[in-house]
């Protein structure tokens, strides 16, 4: 965009949201703020198994980003961003914790969303993985640092975020970009990680765009369902893949912006096509460009006002796995040339003979946020397929409202599978439960989505979602 077009968007941006405000009346306020977390040396990278050797440079900075929310009335949020393929629950939790001790804010009232890039180093504790590997875990230490400073620069932005808090006008609308294809290709020995042009996707662009009184772009949160898996497996280099360069595009050309994306229910969406550094600047310039559309088209936003309502619940998500320590000690026999499979059933075993047993639920963290009587944001943990967030908004639609479904929120676990896929079985059907550093024994039940579903709709009532 040139400095023409930027200034004559801004006085547009001006215009149109004392428009909102005016109709609105909404009192909102928001905040943001980021941090870099790029390591300055070699990590761990984090999203391929086949991955012997540390990371080899950066090709764009990885960050965490917060976005506080407040209402007229004085409720409160925050979203929290982190370029990473994940985290785990008791990650999470001391990030939820040392906000809430220096903030003051319910549980209810943060999120954590990872975007899911495979070229950002690991969070969670590199020395499974090592092990599994033949690795020295002495080569653990870079994560380790890692780890820690993504913890203190999320808790830190939160309060940056907070600190930044002006009024505002908010407003939500929806683009389209075509890149996400199902990835579960069907063969004649079953499903594999492939191409299915056939397969259901969910291709919208959810935007919420924060606007100053002085026309101002103070933040744009906007998510796509779909592996962030542009680079595979042979790129070393750390980035945020395309959700990365859609981020750095939107902030150049709304300078002092910052922009802020969550991953929707993309466990079963790859891009389409992958492979290099270049396609994923080409995926992340074309979301990037769907935003865009969004932001310049007052016709294709919708003020958001009313207040700030958000609820947190745990769903107990069933699992299948035997729970005695001969089945793990027959696998250990089955796979001897399988590092991931041992290392899941030796895992099992340790939890069995330390007197922890094999757990048969997964409370899996569900949680939403109303923006006034205009949307809905719901935060599903894992790597939740795109049947949940297709079945949501057709079964909750109402008439003025959206319903955002996100996930890769609070915990991810693993792979959340739909009765579908399931059913299918395939990667996402069970077998990547080997590839978590989890002692779950896994596949989930068939009753895992009516479960989940279930918990959805209940906090979709709590928070007013139906008129």
Request: aromatic share 6%.
């Amino acid at each position: 965009m040139t400095t023409t077009m930027r200034r004559l968007t801004a006085c547009w941006l001006a215009i149109a949201a004392t428009a909102v405000s005016a109709r609105a009346g909404d009192g909102w306020s928001a905040g943001a703020a980021a941090a870099d977390v790029t390591p300055a040396g070699p990590v761990w990278l984090a999203g391929y198994a086949s991955r012997k050797t540390p990371s080899e440079g950066v090709t764009i900075p990885i960050k965490v980003k917060a976005l506080a929310l407040r209402d007229g009335g004085g409720a409160t949020a925050v979203l929290l961003t982190a370029d990473v393929v994940g985290f785990d629950r008791a990650f999470a939790d001391r990030v939820f914790a040392a906000i809430q001790a220096a903030h003051g804010l319910p549980r209810e009232a943060v999120a954590l969303f990872a975007s899911h890039t495979h070229t950002a180093p690991l969070v969670r504790d590199a020395r499974p993985m090592l092990a599994e590997r033949g690795i020295d875990l002495d080569r653990a230490k870079p994560n380790d640092d890692f780890r820690r400073d993504v913890e203190a620069k999320l808790v830190a932005t939160a309060g940056a975020a907070i600190a930044a808090l002006r009024p505002v006008s908010l407003a939500f609308g929806e683009g389209e970009v075509s890149f996400a294809i199902n990835r579960r290709e069907k063969t004649a020995s079953g499903f594999r990680i492939g191409r299915n042009p056939d397969g259901p996707v969910d291709r919208a662009v959810p935007v919420l765009r924060a606007v100053a009184d002085d026309g101002s772009l103070v933040a744009v949160l906007f998510g796509y369902a779909c592996h962030n898996t542009t680079l595979t497996d042979k790129i070393m280099t750390i980035s945020g893949d395309y959700a990365g360069f859609a981020q750095a595009k939107l902030e150049d050309d709304h300078p002092g912006a910052v922009a802020l994306f969550v991953m929707g229910c993309g466990g079963d969406a790859n891009p389409d096509p992958r492979g290099t550094v270049e396609l994923g600047v080409r995926h992340g310039h074309a979301l990037a460009d769907a935003v865009e559309a969004v932001l310049d088209d007052p016709a294709r936003l919708r003020p958001v006002a009313g207040r700030l309502n958000a609820a947190f619940d745990e769903a107990p998500l069933p699992l299948a796995g035997p729970t005695d320590r001969a089945s793990y000690e027959a696998r250990l026999q089955e796979t001897p040339e399988n590092p991931a499979r041992r290392s899941h059933a030796q895992r099992l075993i340790a939890d069995i003979d330390a007197g922890r047993g094999v757990t048969t639920t997964y409370p899996a963290p569900v949680q939403a946020f109303a923006l006034g009587d205009s949307l809905v944001l719901v935060a599903l943990a894992g790597e939740v397929v795109v049947d949940y967030s297709l079945r949501l908004k057709r079964e909750e639609v109402s008439p003025g409202r959206s319903l955002w479904v996100a996930a890769y929120a609070n915990d991810v676990l693993g792979y959340v599978p739909s009765a579908r896929v399931l059913a299918e079985g395939g990667y996402e059907g069970g077998d990547a439960l080997y590839y978590a550093y989890a002692s779950l024994p896994g596949p989930f039940a068939p009753e895992v989505e009516p479960i989940l579903v279930g918990a959805v709709k209940r906090l979709l009532e709590r928070v007013g979602r139906k008129p």
